[in-house]
């Protein structure tokens, strides 16, 4: 290929390339694939390394980023870049409009162009001849830092402005933020490489455009929305802003798509509360919105007060974060047992509420984020979500580290943080007032002690009224207490008390599910039960005898080890015990009852001569698996009537399928003994 060709083929690589960053980053409407236009990016990279001479300064192998700087070059704007008075509720916007009117000697509705206000970093672009020649933050509205290398990293703005009619040179102004999706990306990437995380996308924009070193920009999610003309010559454009943002977009130039023209005040306060519900689906942080008075020449008669324009106005959120001093922290206990830090503040207005608790989530999270009583730290609130300390503002001069207690700060039993886990739970599960609840309502489920009419509401109830504060209490009821409670009566009470009597008598497997140790289900009761053959044996049992047990593995060994080793749940026990819970001896297992051992089935549709449960149970006690999916491994699924999706998943396997007689002839020895 001639010298003439290569330019030519260099020149035309450019345009496309151009072209389909425009369609991409502007219109978001891809003509190609990502793979293609890499072929054609390394097309030009392998032109350019050979003919260095016909590289350009629009050229999209530019956006690589350059060798490190040594500092940043201070830049003067030719038009300076103002800031705009806040307006923090409707009635100052309503004053903001009457003012404007006022001035104009209108009593007509004004046109306002409304835009979202990026939460980022503003930025100015001056374009010569339609070429990208330089960018430089805002600074003081006067100078800023020349940061070139860096804009020129990001797909989103062009590097050469597209179409024609482009004035011979435009200053635009506009911000560069970081898309939530591309935020949490990078944060994960960066806690991965064992890196600092970035507290919110504003901070990671910013840092990510102050880099010295624009090949760590280039390796950043950033974009831009324009949002204004800063200064033109030999060039004319539109006569309101609205106009004026269609034509940068014609121009290849990204503004938002969310912005649009409201009339009047009314207008303005009803699209404040659309971006108000909208912002938490939007793909980009905002923290208010913007109202500027659409038409040029009104902007003009209004002019200027001090540093900011008298026709613009933004109207803020409510902060969503803000700095306070941390004063202590207290460990609470959820109703699963799990240890959580809370913050203690002094009191602070974010996110529109006074705040002085916030989560500090678990320990690994007050190491990640370095923090300690005494600091000033930064807190989050985003609408109804609970406050958060997402980072350390300053270090106090006498730091305190903050440290999880060893026992629980609500019963004094034993914390544990199990391995490879973040969350620190209290070992006295059967003891803890914390966790009585959910504790009670799940030992009285059918599937444990089955105590017939002991709900949600009632066992919140006897909580509540302090007639339980354990659950061996549930024994000592008393028909008159229970008879009093809302909704219950003399005979609701006597059928209560009648059925927690008849739970007394059970079996060592829903003893055993009942007491609620972690990981452990109704078959791995039934497992320890068969195995152990007592509770005794199961309570003494080292964490390598657990191990020997089906299905038993040592995280769940170690679960049961750490309760029954907690002395409040002994405590628990042995008042159980002698509330009269008792059940028959278990027997070891036959060879006759393992007649299924190895063997999964899987029950679907409806049974007449035994439900489900029964079934489920009958065919565990011959030593099978009961699984409630189908899968390669299922020995065959038992069809009764209107079995659906589990049946039609067994004949594309080729699993056998077995009808409700021939589930009696499995369990034939069951009923032959």
Not at 458 to 473: M, S, W
């Amino acid at each position: 290929m001639s010298n003439t060709q290569v330019s030519r083929r260099a020149k035309e690589l450019r345009a496309i390339l151009n072209h389909h960053n425009y369609r991409y980053y502007v219109l978001d409407d891809p003509e190609i694939s990502d793979a293609k236009y890499d072929r054609l990016l390394r097309e030009l990279q392998d032109i350019e390394a050979a003919h260095p001479e016909l590289q350009t300064l629009d050229s999209p192998t530019q956006r690589v980023g350059a060798a490190p700087l040594s500092s940043f070059r201070q830049v003067t704007h030719i038009v300076p870049m103002l800031s705009l008075a806040n307006a923090f509720s409707d009635k100052e916007i309503s004053a903001f409009d009457k003012r404007l009117r006022e001035r104009l000697k209108t009593d007509t509705e004004l046109d306002y162009f409304a835009e979202p206000k990026l939460d980022g970093l503003a930025v100015s672009l001056l374009y010569k001849g339609g070429l990208l020649v330089q960018a430089s933050t805002r600074g003081d509205g006067t100078t800023g830092e020349d940061i070139t290398e860096n804009i020129r990293t990001i797909g989103a703005i062009p590097l050469t402005l597209q179409g024609q009619g482009w004035p011979a040179m435009l200053e635009v102004r506009g911000e560069v933020y970081m898309p939530k999706k591309g935020f949490q990306a990078l944060n994960e990437h960066l806690l991965k490489a064992g890196k600092k995380p970035f507290i919110n996308p504003r901070n990671a924009a910013a840092g990510s455009l102050r880099q010295l070193d624009s090949r760590i920009t280039a390796q950043r999610p950033l974009a831009m929305y324009c949002y204004a003309v800063g200064h033109i010559e030999g060039g004319t454009l539109p006569d309101t802003q609205a106009k004026t943002l269609a034509r940068l977009a014609d121009w290849g130039l990204r503004v938002c798509p969310d912005a649009r023209i409201v009339r009047g005040v009314e207008g303005c306060h009803q699209y404040y509360q659309e971006m108000v519900k909208k912002r938490p689906q939007l793909p980009y942080e905002i923290d208010g919105v913007v109202f500027k008075v659409n038409n040029f020449a009104l902007q003009d008669v209004l002019g200027f007060v001090s540093r900011a324009p008298r026709w613009a106005i933004a109207r803020k959120f409510p902060a969503e974060e803000e700095t306070t001093r941390l004063k202590a922290v207290e460990f609470q206990v959820g109703r699963t047992g799990a240890i959580t830090p809370v913050a203690r503040l002094e009191p602070v207005f974010v996110g529109g509420a006074t705040v002085s608790n916030a989560s500090l989530h678990n320990m690994d999270e007050i190491r990640r984020i370095d923090v300690h009583i005494g600091d000033t730290v930064i807190i989050k609130r985003a609408g109804d979500v609970i406050p958060k300390i997402v980072g350390v503002a300053k270090k106090g001069q006498q730091r305190i580290r903050i440290e999880l207690p060893s026992h629980c700060p609500v019963c004094g039993s034993l914390v544990r943080t199990e391995e490879g886990e973040v969350i620190a739970r209290c070992s006295g599960g059967l003891y803890c007032p914390a966790q009585l609840k959910e504790r009670i309502k799940h030992f009285a489920s059918r599937k444990a002690m089955d105590i017939d009419g002991l709900g949600d509401k009632l066992v919140d109830q006897l909580f509540d009224r302090k007639l339980i504060e354990h659950i061996d209490d549930l024994y000592h009821l008393e028909c008159d207490a229970v008879a009093a409670l809302e909704r219950m009566g003399k005979k609701s009470a006597e059928n209560l008390i009648n059925a927690i009597e008849a739970s007394k008598n059970t079996t060592l497997p829903r003893f055993i599910y009942a007491l609620g140790i972690r990981e452990v289900g109704e078959a791995t009761a039934k497992n320890l039960a068969e195995h152990f053959l007592s509770l005794e044996a199961i309570q003494h049992a080292t964490k390598e005898d657990l191990e020997a047990v089906d299905d038993v593995g040592p995280v769940v060994a170690a679960h049961i080890v750490a309760f029954f080793r907690e002395p409040h749940n002994q405590e628990i026990l042995g008042r159980l015990l002698a509330a009269g819970i008792h059940w028959d001896k278990v027997k070891k297992q036959t060879d006759e009852r393992a007649l299924l051992k190895g063997n999964i089935y899987v029950l679907t549709g409806v049974l007449h001569t035994m439900t489900r449960h029964e079934a489920k149970e009958k065919l565990q006690a011959l030593g099978a698996k009961v699984s409630g999916s189908v899968s390669k491994k299922t020995t065959a699924v038992i069809a009764g009537e209107k079995a659906g999706s589990k049946r039609i998943k067994a004949e594309k396997l080729g699993i056998d399928i077995l009808s409700e007689e021939q589930l009696q002839q499995l369990l034939a020895p069951l009923t032959t003994r």
